[in-house]
């Protein structure tokens, strides 16, 4: 036997303006998702070894279906490792922007002045990611001042191998749903020679040598007052486009702008979003 419930009728009326006000409500919250400013990320990437044509596409659509994101791409097509990028002549070049993502490859450039113009934006509070050959870029520097911005001294790497990358901080906001153990298709692993003092190394791979040395290979710290996230992975798109290699990317772009929950999920306004964008 089924049993029904009468409402009084002021009971009814109270039930239909909850309906009412939680439908307002849901919409609402909805609306703020929606129309919440997206972050405004600066990718510059270019030069030579990679293939950066596609992978200025993968990051930004991996990223923007993952987190509200709206991008602005400077695309360098110079191989030449003693190329300037333009951009960075202008000392208000990171103006606008709540993120700037480095995927540029110039290892021969040795202007103390021009890189000191980079780095100001960063130090004044833009927050950085720096990907791969980045970590390259300007090592013909007589200075550790780019280096010391990364967080890590490198100068060279190994042949191509998948990697076993281990997470080191798995209750770190950037590594919660990472794999407790991810093997990478072919990879360079890039010998790190010094671990600057503050930086938290959050993931590492072991080097296929004699000593077996463990090299980092994803970490974060804060450089004056801008944060920093960091990665050597990702010198093929195959990495670059793995669901594993893409989510811990947006962790840390949104970490890295504190818009990331300490459960890494992306904080109210920040998730996936129709209006995320690339310029």
């Known amino acids: 036997m089924t049993a029904y419930r009468t409402l ?48 200025k596409k993968i990051l930004p659509e991996g990223v923007s279906a993952r987190a509200n ?6 695309h360098e097509t110079s191989t030449n490792d003693g190329h300037k990028i333009l951009l960075y002549e202008n000392p208000n070049w990171a103006d606008g922007y709540d993120v700037v993502v480095h995927n540029e490859c110039y290892a021969n450039v040795n202007d103390p002045a021009y890189v000191a113009n980079i780095l100001n934006a960063h130090k004044k509070g833009t927050p950085a990611i720096v990907v791969h050959c980045a970590m390259h870029t300007y090592r013909s520097l007589k200075t550790d001042d780019y280096r010391e911005f990364l967080g890590v001294s490198t ?31 072919n990879e360079e692993l890039y010998e790190i020679k010094k671990v600057w003092p503050g930086v938290t190394v959050l993931a590492e791979a072991k080097a296929e040598d004699g000593n077996k040395r ?18 050597t ?27 990331l929950e300490e459960d890494g999920k992306p904080k109210a306004g920040y998730g996936p979003t129709t209006t995320a964008k690339t310029d």
Request: with cysteine.
């Open 155 to 185: 100068f060279n790497h190994g042949k191509q191998h998948p990697l076993d990358v281990k997470d080191l901080q798995p209750t770190h906001p950037i590594m919660k749903g990472f794999p407790e153990k991810w093997v990478t298709g």
């Open 233 to 259: 992975l990702a010198h093929t798109n195959t990495t670059m486009s793995d669901t594993v290699f893409l989510d811990l990317f947006t962790r840390g772009l949104l970490w890295s702008c504190d818009k």
């Open 8 to 55: 009084q009728p002021w009971r009814i009326l109270a039930a239909v303006m909850a309906l009412v006000l939680g439908s307002a409500g849901a919409q609402a919250g909805e609306n703020t998702t929606a129309t919440a400013p997206p972050i405004r990320a600066l990718l510059v990437t270019g030069g030579g070894y990679h293939d950066y044509k596609s992978q």
């Open 214 to 231: 463990e090299n980092a290979v994803v970490w974060v710290h804060t450089y004056g007052k801008g944060k920093v996230f960091g990665t």
């Open 69 to 74: 994101v709206e991008w602005t791409i400077v």
